[in-house]
Every structure is written in structure tokens, then in C-alpha cells.
């Protein structure tokens, strides 16, 4: 009998753990006491406002092609480089944002200039580890997972870890001032990490 009774105690606790999985990572992580680092984390510590850093959005016609030859590791990425240029600026008024994957749960960022081409590659956006990153409802784009950023404004948001850096995961809040990143504010996490 006792047999019987811990078999269903072991079946019932195989449902809850496969329902956890079905229904998505909220349900599953919750029931393991793991979270993600989202924007919400940071909302009642009064962060950064995007408007407090305005950017004029140019109308630029016909975006430049990326400039390879501005910076020297703009070679080795030239397919995302051109492949993002063409879709113009959706940061800090004239600039671009675009992405790649580096690895499992790790992004890869460079900055184009939509006016004269020209690739910057600053190290807050360089392997940025993704992996305690989530999404909340309310977030929009234009963004990557590791990025919040809007093409009225000089402010973006970073979520992760810099250069995989798990000492420095959380929420880094730079200003562009058209060549480089300059810290504003940095929100380290305290959540339990995703294993």
C-alpha cells in the first residue's frame, strides 16, 4: 500500500513538474525560485527616463551603406552591418542599432552612423550574456532581448551581463554621445540566477 501511495505521490509531482514546462518559463520559474532580469526590475527605483535625453530623429531617404573601413572589425561582421543598415535609423536620431548572435544566450552589437557610415563598436555592447534575460508585456520595440533604446533619444537601457561578465549582470543605463557610451546609471541584479 505504501508502494502504491508513493508512486502516486511521484506521479502527481511528474504532472506538476511537466505542466510547469508546458505552460512557459513564468510557471516553471517561479516554481524554481528563478527569474529573469526585465525592465519592471527597475521601474519603482525611479531609472533613467528616455526623455530626459532627447535626440532629433533625422529623416534620412536612403541610409549609408556601413563604412568598413571606419573600424577594423567592422570586416568580420559586414553581412549584419549591411544587412541593418538598410534598415535605417531607431537610435539617437541618425544611428543604428544592429545585432548578431556570438553564442548560446550571448549578443553581439555594433552602432552605424545612417548619415556617413561610419561602424562603432562600444564595449557595453560587446557579448553581452542573455541568459537571465526576460521580456515583459509592456516593453516595446525597436529592441533586441539585451537592449531598450528609441530613435527620439541618446539613452539604452542594457539587461545582462557585458561581455559575459556575470559579475556585472544587471541593468546599465549609458547615454551616446555619437562615438562612444558614457555610464549614467547601473541597476546590479540580485535575482537568483537561471541554471
Not at 527616463?49 to 571606419?70: E, G, Q
Not at 561610419?118 to 515583459?136: C, D, K, Q, W
Not at 551616446?176 to 546609471?185: F, N, P, S
Request: with cysteine.
Amino acid at each position: 500500500m505504501d508502494s502504491i501511495l508513493n508512486m502516486k505521490k511521484f506521479l502527481g509531482l511528474c504532472v506538476l513538474a511537466s505542466a510547469a514546462i508546458l505552460a512557459g518559463p513564468s510557471l516553471a520559474q517561479s516554481l524554481t525560485g528563478c527569474l529573469p532580469i526585465t525592465m519592471n526590475d527597475v521601474a519603482p527605483l525611479d531609472p533613467p527616463a528616455f526623455s530626459t535625453f532627447p535626440a532629433p530623429v533625422a529623416s534620412i531617404a536612403k541610409p549609408a551603406a556601413p563604412d568598413l573601413a571606419s573600424n577594423p572589425e567592422a570586416k568580420e561582421f559586414k553581412t549584419a552591418l549591411r544587412e541593418g543598415a538598410k534598415d535605417g535609423p531607431n537610435f539617437a536620431g541618425h544611428f543604428t542599432i544592429v545585432g548578431w548572435g556570438c553564442g548560446g544566450a550571448c549578443l553581439d552589437f555594433g552602432i552605424l552612423d545612417a548619415r556617413n557610415g561610419h561602424v562603432y563598436f562600444p564595449p557595453e555592447l560587446r557579448a553581452i550574456s542573455v541568459m537571465n534575460v526576460g521580456t515583459a508585456s509592456d516593453e516595446t520595440a525597436p529592441d533586441y532581448d539585451a537592449l531598450r533604446f528609441r530613435p527620439d533619444s541618446d539613452l539604452i537601457a542594457v539587461l545582462g551581463a557585458p561581455n559575459e561578465d556575470e559579475s556585472k549582470e544587471g541593468i546599465a543605463y549609458y547615454r551616446w554621445d555619437g562615438k562612444k557610451l558614457i555610464a549614467v546609471k547601473a541597476y546590479p541584479s540580485s535575482k537568483t540566477k537561471c541554471e
